[in-house]
């Protein structure tokens, strides 16, 4: 049972941005803790998930999913304990993902809700394991279809999903090159994930630089950003190339859509570039999990998490993300892991 | 034989144009005709094709197959009669369509050589059932994979490869949107071709005349053209919808490349943009032509040839063709057709 004292802090979504978000878009508000009723699971939030996708969610232009409303919770992906419980299928002190959002606690009939168990860490769920894992995975092997030796490039490579990108490439025998925003990123993608190049697209010379490090050209690009590293990746593709696209980050916070590469590689080298919505495959979890897990648990496909605490820090973290200015999976620690309170 | 009087007149590549092909960057030669060596077939050009992807054989920039060099021939799809064989498959009279070029005659080993039957008209084995009607057919039917009741928006609508493709897709039992450059054009493709509708690019608001076209959206746009067509088709694309990239004409002549479309887009509904070259297909030439002589002989796949007379006239056209000045399958009479003295 929760106290009658605690209460439930939301952020919502105040206004649209325009541009780029700004800390007055949200606001916090403070509700009563939920009661469950039958079958029903309220669940306390450990930790929330920051994504890209979530700019997205705070605009009314179309796009693939519903916008958050004005004056809504914002979204999200959460590990959360459950402290109480009217579901046969769900026991106080349980821990689950879900989509809880931003806030402390959630309560619902446990729809979408998955029990994980402790034997990995929990941030893994929404991270390496969870729905970033899974785009790289879908969006490499399924769409980019790599093979021996071909090249694959990843932008926003230290990120939580360029990260896996790179790292299922070199497990597929394939050269990774990564594309970041700081020195500091690149040393990281190369001598802690593996890769065998990574270009500082802050670099003077992005063409150049790109080119140097993929000396037989590029088979696959994995594309989250869009902007100019795309266009400067189309210049030096290959014949059959695969860009899955995955994200255009650089342009999220654009007011006005700007234009996209030029396509004249893709005709002359026969390439595709093929968007994809890793919710569009959740069929494909079970393979993930069954590759990437074992992965995980014996150190060889390595993360970086960049946790920040407390609920009220996720606006700005948000911001930042937009940014480039994490440094690893962002996630918010909402509150303190069971059996680990600080 | 070829009386020793008659020369061969030849068009080559002077010089490399820079932006819009001018007529200086051609030069007419004089040689003699070649005699056939030992396996060796000579014959006389009657047609000859012309096409937008002779503006990339005109430069050097890297692309799908080696530049003309300069002072050579310029290449081409033709229609010719052998005048004289020393291989033992052809005997004078015979009309075959290979790829002899810019050239009133040519002499070779007979690679590449294909004996036409006169049951149809000889322009269609350089024009609806040859390079172009295959194009059509394999970005279409491979690539865009139609499906009734699907909206297949096709550019260069009255063009060689534009009109096959819609009228292909009337058969499929898709709607049948063209884009083209004039309400003459429009009117053709409606009226002659059967399309369900056409939309002048030139007219004031490109992307309200499509939409006003295309109430359910977009699923196939089969782009000829790149630019600002491609841009506007791009946001009334549906979830899931292809995009056989077959040709960029509208920045043929570009000194640099111009940006292309925003590709938000794709992501948001998981399309697919895929450059082709009929070249690569040629595997597909025995069930393109099992379907479609059939439907030409029927008259249920119409079609509409420009030609103009005599070899020198094709730099012009050319030059025109790239400007959008022709009107149907561009094709230069470079000889009259056996029993068809003129």
């Known amino acids: 049972?929760?106290?009658?004292?605690?209460?439930?802090?939301?952020?919502?979504?105040?206004?649209?941005?325009?541009?780029?978000?700004?800390?007055?878009?949200?606001?916090?508000?403070?509700?009563?803790?939920?009661?469950?009723?039958?079958?029903?699971?309220l669940r306390r939030t450990i930790y929330l998930s920051l994504d890209p996708y979530m700019r997205g969610r705070m605009s009314d232009a179309r796009s693939y999913a519903a916008p958050v409303s004005l004056g809504g919770v914002m979204v999200g992906h959460t590990v959360s304990e459950?402290?109480?419980?009217?579901?046969?299928?769900?026991?106080?002190?349980?821990?689950?993902?879900?989509?809880?959002?931003?806030q402390e606690y959630a309560c619902s009939a446990g729809g979408g809700l998955r029990r994980l168990d402790r034997e990995l860490p929990l941030t893994a769920a929404i991270g390496i394991l969870g729905m970033p894992?899974?785009?790289?995975?879908?969006?490499?092997?399924?769409?980019?279809?790599?093979?021996?030796?071909?090249?694959?490039v990843v932008s926003a490579a230290s990120g939580a999903v360029g990260s896996v990108v790179g790292q299922l490439a070199k497990i597929r025998a394939c050269r990774a090159v990564g594309v970041a925003g700081s020195a500091e990123k690149c040393r990281y993608v190369v001598e802690e994930l593996g890769f065998d190049a990574c270009v500082n697209y802050k670099s003077d010379d992005l063409g150049?630089?790109?080119?140097?490090?993929?000396?037989?050209?590029?088979?696959?690009?994995?594309?989250?950003?869009?902007?100019?590293?795309?266009?400067?990746?189309l210049r030096l593709i290959n014949r059959g190339a695969r860009i899955p696209l995955c994200g255009l980050i650089s342009e999220y916070n654009a007011t006005d859509p700007p234009p996209g590469p030029n396509?004249?590689?893709?005709?002359?080298?026969?390439?595709?570039?093929?968007?994809?919505?890793?919710?569009?495959?959740?069929?494909?979890t079970g393979a993930f999990l069954q590759e990437c897990a074992p992965l995980v648990r014996a150190g060889r496909l390595r993360y970086r998490e960049d946790i920040v605490d407390g609920l009220?820090?996720?606006?700005?973290?948000?911001?930042?993300?937009?940014?480039?200015r994490n440094f690893g999976k962002l996630i918010v620690r909402v509150s303190a892991e069971p059996g680990r309170e600080s």
């Open 312 to 324: 009220d820090a996720a606006p700005r973290a948000l911001i930042g993300l937009l940014e480039g």
């Open 208 to 233: 150049a630089a790109l080119r140097a490090v993929c000396p037989d050209g590029v088979d696959i690009y994995f594309d989250n950003v869009g902007g100019a590293v795309l266009a400067a990746v």
């Open 1 to 41: 049972m929760v106290p009658a004292t605690v209460t439930n802090r939301q952020i919502r979504l105040r206004k649209r941005p325009v541009g780029k978000p700004a800390p007055d878009d949200f606001e916090i508000t403070v509700a009563s803790v939920p009661v469950p009723g039958d079958g029903e699971v």
């Open 263 to 284: 396509l004249r590689p893709l005709l002359v080298n026969r390439a595709t570039i093929r968007g994809f919505i890793v919710s569009d495959h959740s069929d494909r």
């Open 82 to 102: 459950v402290v109480e419980s009217r579901h046969p299928s769900f026991q106080p002190g349980d821990v689950v993902a879900g989509y809880d959002g931003w």
């Open 133 to 152: 894992g899974l785009t790289a995975y879908v969006g490499l092997i399924d769409i980019g279809q790599p093979k021996a030796n071909e090249t694959v």
